[in-house]
Every structure is written in structure tokens, then in C-alpha cells.
């Protein structure tokens, strides 16, 4: 074999191995994730149901049938977890309302995107979380994060609504506060809705937004 | 002096001293009243500025310059002083309900009366303890008061939606649904509204409710 060859055979093992490695890495890893998403998953649950001051990790740990020592190879503590739920969840009603964005079109039906985005994360666990528990139990730190997420938010639904009295779409309002109205009827549904009740998430969602939409008061004609 | 006379006097004299004594005892009462209610406003601000699981008795007794023994005359404990808090300021929500009931009207005014009176709980302290404290650090038995208190406002909010249909002044819906996202709309501002802010309570509560009303989108014509 010549030098040339041999040295080509020898970097190609290398690579081999290099990336059934990495395979092995990526599976461990996204295995970890996984897990600790269950952690997080079970953790937003336990806070919805039993409220985050009465939940202590020995809890989370009993629901998943895992030692404490386990858990904490995921999570730090309680306050860690309850802003990795938030977060995630803003993170990913952010990344909605950056889709409706990208996907153009007009204001109103940008707006009424933004609506479903957001009323989707209250109606799930994490959500849930953000509304019920509230950001008493967390360090300043992360309070920031949360209170700078959901400023973005809180900008989305302003411009929007901006644009759509710009477009002509919308009633001449104060964006402000219109954008208060809106995130403030579909953040309320966080507080009361239950998954096996008479309505489902999205149905409860959609008739928010139609009630903001129209209003209540019948006009004449 | 005659008999009769002499009862008489002794009488009137008894009932003297019977009414000096319940003015005595009835002054001591308001008093206390008073000095108890300026107990529970100090801590429901402290529950709003620091949050509730943050604030302590003694946080409270600091504030009112008095020491916290004195304290503890007027109050047995932090989760009694949220449980007044809250349940006394439904339950002035709730007379103000049935006064704009008695003043009868239109089932579309007597909403927005109602809107307005639910509005003005969630813009002082002891609506704003109910929507950001919430209910976790009660007892059960706590817990059963105020979810009677809130379902007679809800139970009211249903039947005023369900009349303006009945009378034509409200688009039809779902009164369940409508009654949730009027409340809700409403409650949030509880959890975001400072007296000190650019708008007073006042404005806040009357944008939200002409937003409701009305609806977000511009009709044709």
C-alpha cells in the first residue's frame, strides 16, 4: 500500500470514528433533553394543579418514579424549573408570531395569528404556568428574562394593532391599551380552563378572539 | 319624691349609663375596625409590592410602627389577613352588583354597571391581591368562600349577556363564554394596572370596556 493510501485509509477511520462518536453524543444528548423536558412537563402540571408553593421536588420525583438525586441531574431547583417552563413557552410563542410575521399579509390577519399563537400557550401546561404561578417564585434574573419576553410579545400585539388602524382594518383605538384588552382576555383563559372540560382549547381560544373582534353590542342593520 | 318618681328616675338613669356604655364600647369597636382595617390595606400593599409568600408579619407590623404582638390583636395570621383582603373586596363588588340591580335599566346598562364596579375592584388593593396573589396560600376552607364569591360575579356577569341577547342589544353568543373573556379582559388589568401609571383606574377600566363593547374590528359604513 503506499504512503499516499495508507494515510487516506487512516483519516477515513478517523472520521468513522469521529462521527460514531458524535451519533453516540447526539443520542446521549438528545436523550437528556428529553428527559428533562419530561421533568419540566410533569413539574408545570404538578404547579397547575397543586400550586408551586405547595409542590416540592420529593413530588416531581414520586410522579416520575425517579430518586431526587436523579432529578437533580436535569434541574438545578424548583425556581430553575418554573423558569425554563415560562420560558420555553414564551420562547416558542415568540417564535409563532415570527412565523405569522415572515408569512405577510395583512394586519388584522396578522393580528388574529398573533391571537391563536398566544392563545395556544395559555391553554398548554407551560402557559398555564405563566398565568397561575406568576414570577414571585423566581430570582431577579429571571424575572428580567420573563418581563423581556413578554414585552416582545406585548410589542407584537401593539404594532399590530397599529398597523391595522393604518390599514383601515381596526376601530381608531389607543394601541396600548387595546393590546391590554387583547392579551388580557386570552391570559385569563390560563387562569380557568381545563383541558377534559366542555371546551376544547382552540374552541375556547377562537371565541375570545370573536368576542374582541366584533364586541358584544349588536349594531343596528 | 314619690315611688313612681323614684323608679323612674332610677330608670332613666340605668339607661343613661346603658347608652354611656355602648357609646364607650361602641367607639372602642370602631376603632378597632379601623386600626384593623389599616392592617389589612398595609399588607395588601405589601403582598402587591413584594408579593405575598415574600412578605412577612413582621414586613406589616415594620410598616404600621407597631410591634407585631399588637399586631396579632387585630389579626390571627398572614393567610387570614389575604382571605379579608380579598373576600371583603368581592364582597363590596358584589353589593355594588346589586345595587345597580336595584336601580334596574336595560340589561346592556346594567352590564356595563357591572363592568364598571368589577373594574373598580381590580384597580385598588384588595382586587389587585385577589388577581395577583390568588388563592394558593389559603385553606380550603378559604379557598370554598372566595370560589362562592367569584361565582356569584360570574353567575351575574352570564345573566346580564344572556338578558342583553334576550333583548336585542347584545350579539348573540355564548353568555359562558362572553361573561369569561368580559371578566377576563377586565381582571388582567388587576395584574398589571400601578396607581401611579399614565392612566388612572378609571380610564384603564373604561377603555377596556369600550373595547369589549364595541369590538377591535372597523365595520363598513
Sequence with gaps: ???????????????????ATSVWTNVREQQREMKRNAVLQTAARLFIERGFHATSLDD?????????????????????????????????TLEG?????????????????CMRVYGRLVTQDFGMCLIRVGDEGLTSEGRDQLRKQKSSIDKEFRRLVAAGVEEGSLNPCDPKMTAFAIAGAL???????????????????????DTLMTGIVRRAG
Excluded: F
Design 97 to 113: 408570531i415570527d412565523a405569522s410575521r415572515r408569512a405577510g399579509g395583512n394586519a388584522i390577519d396578522q393580528l388574529i395569528a
Design 60 to 92: 416531581v420525583a414520586a410522579r416520575l418514579n425517579v430518586s431526587k438525586p436523579t432529578l437533580y441531574y436535569y434541574v438545578k431547583n424548583k425556581e430553575e424549573i418554573l423558569l425554563q417552563c415560562v420560558s420555553q413557552g414564551l420562547e416558542m
Design 1 to 19: 500500500m503506499s504512503t499516499t493510501k495508507r494515510n487516506s485509509n487512516r483519516k477515513a477511520s478517523v472520521l468513522l470514528e469521529t462521527a
Design 187 to 209: 391570559s385569563w383563559i390560563g387562569r380557568w380552563y381545563q383541558s377534559d372540560g366542555e371546551y376544547s382549547g382552540d374552541e375556547v381560544v377562537q371565541h375570545c378572539i
